[in-house]
């Protein structure tokens, strides 16, 4: 299986700053197609997990441009521009290139 | 819009089985994949697996392969999870969660095991 690995967050992160999470694959999620198959979610207190991320760097529908998604085939990073309360909860990276689909433990964001 | 609609609580006791659903609205099921994951109290997200409804093709994650069963019904445009011989590391939160990038989500059903 592919194993997810996040860092974690200088908590509490001041509103207004920028943030980034980082996430590592144990493969490359590099798909001979030119694909990354590397998603992130925000899970808020009390809701389900939402999209933000696809392909290591498309934004999902209706996602605010602050969010952006970067990295290589093993190293990736969520970078959050002036973090705002609704960010606060839990990300998680989620590679989609093999079964079993995996998560990464997840990356506490807190605001200060 | 899509929605999925997931059924309420369940509580069941060791040894018994429950069976989840998700309802979708405003999206044909048969055109996509469904995917189940579970979030254990103050834990993170785990894959639990996916079925084609269009075919009923299922991949499990392997600690999952004697414990979950999916199936789907298309006319209804509702999938199905069964959990089998509950045991109380079971509890959780199961999610349904469509399409291969999951960019969309039911709320989520609670299971609690007890005796």
């Known amino acids: 299986d592919i194993v997810m690995t996040q860092g974690a967050l200088p908590n509490p992160v001041p509103s207004g700053e920028s943030a980034s999470i980082t996430c590592q694959s144990s493969?490359?999620?590099?798909?001979?197609?030119?694909?990354?198959?590397l998603n992130w979610y925000l899970q808020r207190p009390g809701q389900s997990p939402q999209l933000l991320i696809y392909w290591m760097s498309t934004r999902a529908s209706g996602v605010s441009d602050r969010f952006s998604g970067s990295g290589s085939g093993t190293d990736f990073t969520l970078k959050i521009s002036s973090v705002e309360a609704e960010d606060v909860g839990v990300y998680y990276c989620q590679q989609f290139l093999e079964y079993p689909r995996t998560f990464g433990g997840g990356t506490k964001l807190e605001l200060k | 819009e899509v929605q999925l609609q997931q059924s309420g609580a369940e509580l069941g006791k060791p040894g018994t089985s429950v069976k989840l659903s998700c309802k979708v609205s405003?999206?044909?099921?048969?055109?996509?994949?469904m995917h189940w994951v579970n979030q254990r109290p103050g834990k993170g997200l785990e894959w639990i697996g996916r079925?084609?409804?269009?075919?009923?093709?299922?991949i499990y994650a392997e600690k999952f392969k004697s414990k979950a069963t999916l199936t789907a019904d298309t006319s209804s445009n509702t999938a199905y999870m069964q959990l089998s011989q509950l045991k109380s590391d079971d509890t959780a939160i199961y999610f349904c969660?469509?399409?291969?990038?999951?960019?969309?989500w039911g709320q989520g059903a609670s299971v609690t095991v007890s005796s």
């Open positions: 969660a469509l399409h291969n990038v999951m960019d969309a």
């Open positions: 405003g999206y044909n099921i048969r055109n996509t994949y």
């Open positions: 493969k490359s999620l590099l798909h001979s197609n030119g694909k990354t198959y």
């Open positions: 079925i084609d409804p269009a075919n009923g093709n299922t």
